[in-house]
C-alpha cells in the first residue's frame, strides 16, 4: 500500500526504537548466568590484571543493557587498581567506556575527559580500532555541544583511520555519524552523499540491519528536503529490511 505523509512521519519517529531493540536482542547473551559466571571469576582470581580484565567485561555487559550506573562502577573500579603505566589496553578501554557511559548520561564534560585519556593512550599504542570508537565518539559529542568544525573534523580522522586499516564496518559507521553532523547543520546534499556511501559499504558486506538504519536515514533527510516521495521509498527500504 501506498504510505501517506503522516504514516510516513510516524514510520519517521518509531524507526529508530525498532532497530534498537533487534540489535538489543541480538548482542546481549543470557544475562543472569552470564554476571554469574563473571562474578565467580572475578572473586576468584588473584591477580590484579584477572581481575581488571574481568572488571572490564562486566563493565562492557551493564553497558550493553543499558544499566549504565553498574556499568560505571565496574569500569571505575578498573582505574582504581591501575595506574596510567600499567595494562594500557585494559586502562584504555576503560576511559573509553566511562567516557561513553557519561556521555549518554550527559555528563558531557566528564565524557571529554575520559575520551581524551582513552584517545591519548591509544595514538601511543597504535590502536586503530580504539581510536576510531574513540574519535567517533569525540566527534558526536561536539556535535551535541554544536561544535560542528570540530564534530567533522573527529569523524573525517575516523573514516580516514577506518580506510587505512580497510574496516568495512567502521568505516560505514562513521560515514554514517558524519552525516548526522551534516543534517544538524542543514547541508543535505552532503548529509546523503555520506550516507551513499554507508549504504554501499553495507550493502557489500550484506549487513541488513545497518541497511536499514541507513535507509532509514536517508528517508528522514529527504522528508527535511521535502522531497516526500522519494523519503517514503526509502523508509519502506528501511522496513523490509527489519523483515
Known sequence: PIMTLKNCKWVIL?????????????????????????????ISEGSAHDYNSIASKIADHFYKLRQFDSAY??????????????????????????????????????AY????????????????????????????????????????????????????????????KAHLNLSNTFKRTGEYGLALKELENAQAIFQDIGSERLLSKTFSKIGSILMLAGQQPSATIQLQLALEKLD
Not at 565496574?74 to 584504555?92: C, E, H, M, R, T
Not at 567517533?136 to 575516523?158: C, H, M, V
Open 113 to 172: 575527559n575520559f575520551y581524551e585519556v582513552a584517545l591519548s593512550r591509544y595514538q601511543s599504542n597504535r590502536d586503530s580500532i580504539g581510536l576510531i570508537k574513540t574519535l567517533n565518539g569525540i566527534g558526536d559529542l561536539q556535535k551535541i555541544r554544536g561544535d560542528y568544525t570540530f564534530s567533522t573534523e573527529f569523524f573525517q580522522k575516523a573514516i580516514e583511520i577506518a580506510t587505512s586499516i580497510r574496516d568495512s564496518l567502521r568505516l560505514g
Open 73 to 110: 562502577v565496574y569500569a571505575s573500579s578498573v582505574l582504581k587498581g591501575l595506574n596510567d603505566g600499567q595494562a594500557d589496553s585494559i586502562f584504555s578501554h576503560a576511559n573509553y567506556r566511562l567516557g561513553t557511559i557519561s556521555h549518554l548520561s550527559g555528563k558531557y564534560s566528564d
Open 14 to 42: 518509531c524507526l529508530p526504537f525498532l532497530l534498537v531493540f533487534f540489535k538489543a536482542e541480538a548482542v546481549v547473551p543470557d544475562n543472569d548466568r552470564y554476571l554469574d559466571s563473571l562474578r565467580t571469576n572475578l
